[in-house]
């Protein structure tokens, strides 16, 4: 089953990374862009069919390592195969 | 004095470290990340800079469970003392024996230069020889240094003196490269037995090499 983890920074945590970004789509005139946020996506491929259980390890994973839960927030999707 | 200096893929101040330590009169043991325990009679150990595991997924986040990393954490629950320089700091963050947690720089650069600290709290092993508001010239290199800890953490921290170093200009005003919240550089645990710091004490302690501002800070341990 695939799995897909996104990461991003909390909200009201400063992204510099995204500020970057945003600042040279300006320069590009770019001018709609109100803001930029960069994240991660991580993909995973694992030996579950259980759906909800897939759930649940994903979440210990996020938690443990693939997340820093000080500073980002994760999100779980499954996408249709 | 027995000092362990953990080493890890990817570490590369090991031997500075050692060097330094040895030259304040330590012995000096380096540990290497598969180990399970630390030498018998350690005193210190210390997670030195570099970039373990490559700094993949977030700097520091796959050192954490090396196997030598639960014996330092069981070292530093029992109360023995540790000190994280650099990815060393970032190691004891996100292994959660400091609060907080570590952001890319503001500015997006890694940082390589020298710059100057305030001692903010000197009521610890650590910065014991040094005073409140002493200008000390270190070197700093991250990317990865900018320090964020939530207002409740950051009250708490101050209110037990935990906050033990800031980035600051030649006269001690407040000058922030990389973003860190209220410009920390350094912290410690509630007990006082877990030190970190992005800046690199080992790399001061010689005049030839532009600072020895270092050594008051690691003679702390020594003496």
């Known amino acids: 089953m695939k799995v897909i983890v996104n990461i991003q920074l909390k909200n009201g945590v400063l992204d510099p990374q995204g500020k970057a970004v945003h600042h040279a789509l300006s320069s590009l005139k770019f001018n709609e862009v109100n803001e930029v946020r960069i994240g991660k996506q991580i993909i995973l491929d694992i030996n579950e069919s259980d759906k909800a259980k897939a759930e649940q390890r994903v979440t ?3 938690d443990e390592l693939l997340a820093n839960t000080v500073i980002e927030d994760y999100t779980i999707e499954f996408p249709a195969c | 004095m027995l000092v362990a200096v953990a080493v890890f893929p990817g570490t590369n101040c090991e031997i500075d470290t050692k060097y330094a330590f040895e030259k304040l009169g330590a012995e000096v043991v380096l540990v290497f990340h598969k ?6 009679g350690t005193d210190l150990v210390v997670l030195p800079g570099g970039f373990s595991y ?13 196997p030598i990393m639960k014996a330092v954490i069981d070292f530093a629950n029992n109360g023995g003392k540790v000190l994280g320089i650099c ?18 720089n503001e500015s997006v650069h890694f940082i390589s230069k020298f710059h100057p ?8 092993f650590f910065l014991q020889k040094c005073t409140i508001g002493e200008v000390l010239n270190i070197p700093v290199a991250h990317g990865e240094g900018s320090y964020y800890i939530d207002e409740a953490g950051l009250k708490e921290l101050y209110a037990n003196h935990q906050v033990l170093l800031t980035y600051c200009d030649e006269k001690g005003n407040m000058q922030n490269p990389n973003g860190s919240i209220d410009a920390i550089a350094g912290i410690c645990n509630t007990k006082k037995n877990v ?8 790399r001061a302690i010689e005049e030839i090499l532009g600072s020895k501002d270092g050594v008051k800070m690691l003679q702390g341990f020594i003496a």
């Open chain 2, 87 to 104: 990815n060393g700091f970032q190691m004891l963050v996100e292994a959660k024996l400091l609060p907080g947690a570590m952001k890319r």
């Open chain 1, 60 to 62: 210990t994973m996020c």
């Open chain 2, 195 to 202: 030190f970190g710091l992005m800046p690199h004490p080992e």
């Open chain 2, 35 to 40: 180990e399970e325990k630390l030498p018998e």
């Open chain 2, 117 to 124: 600290l305030k001692v903010v709290a000197n009521d610890n």
């Open chain 2, 54 to 66: 490559g700094d993949y997924l977030r700097s520091a986040a796959i050192a954490k469970f090396s």
